[in-house]
């Protein structure tokens, strides 16, 4: 089972919509999980932290993590074209051989939003 | 400030060459971090400094690479030899604080091709 799975999509949404991104992990111990948000031959940008189970909101995104359920979703009211990237999960996934923190990406969601 | 500047942009090399790509970090941030990008492999983080002391380097693939900061202003990954395979993008990154962080500046990459 990979680490951390998203749907790669494309997922595509109309403009105005709430556009749902999911990743799921495995690691029951994870502890801190992020959105990153990369538009098409450009850096990552880091959009969301959370570690706490609930919400997290931000201007039109919202993370919701369930650690229960092992997911973390983000949520984008209001879609705008402008919101159209490729969306990265990740999650601090347990500990390294040398004992730090492991940083784990899933394959990245591509969201397109119809204007 | 400039940002993360990462140089060269752009770099293609025969297999076999010895490979140097250098970042830049944001002045005052304490954290440096390395990520390669393929297609087939997504996002992984190859190592991270803190205040120049490498912490974590479990995510660098072989011993062909290895990276060094000699200062809170300078940092080096060097592939040799360098194969075809190592053709990827390289991000550098930095921070004021560790993993758990909600801000994190990407650089604009570097793309490698190894032919």
């Known amino acids: 089972q990979k680490e951390v799975e998203q749907n790669s999509g494309p997922l595509s949404v109309p403009e105005g919509a709430i556009a749902s991104l999911n990743c799921t992990y495995s690691?029951?111990?994870?502890?801190?999980f992020f959105w990153y948000r990369q538009y098409s031959g450009k850096s990552p940008e880091l959009i969301m932290f959370i570690y706490s189970n609930g919400d997290k909101e931000d201007g039109r995104f919202t993370a919701q993590l369930n650690k229960a359920s092992q997911y973390v979703s983000l949520l984008i009211r209001d879609s705008q074209p402008s919101d159209s990237a490729t969306y990265l999960c990740a999650v601090i996934a347990g500990i390294t051989q040398g004992g730090s923190e492991k940083l784990v990406f899933g394959k990245g969601t591509k969201l397109t939003v119809n204007p | 400030d400039a940002g993360v500047i990462q140089s060269p942009r752009h770099e293609v090399t025969e297999m076999g060459q010895e490979v140097t790509l250098r970042c830049k970090p944001i002045?005052?941030?304490?954290?440096l971090f390395w990520y390669r990008q393929t297609m087939m492999r997504g996002l992984e983080l190859l190592i991270y400094f803190n205040n120049n002391v490498p912490i974590d380097d479990s995510g660098m693939p072989e011993d062909r690479f290895s990276a060094k900061m000699p200062n809170a202003s300078f940092s080096t990954l060097k592939i040799q030899p360098s194969e075809p395979r190592d053709s990827a993008v390289y991000f550098c990154?930095?921070?004021?604080?560790?993993?758990?962080?909600?801000?994190?500046?990407f650089g604009p990459g570097t793309r490698l091709t190894v032919l």
């Open positions: 002045s005052g941030h304490d954290y």
């Open positions: 990154a930095s921070t004021w604080t560790g993993l758990n962080t909600d801000t994190q500046y």
């Open positions: 690691d029951r111990g994870s502890q801190s």
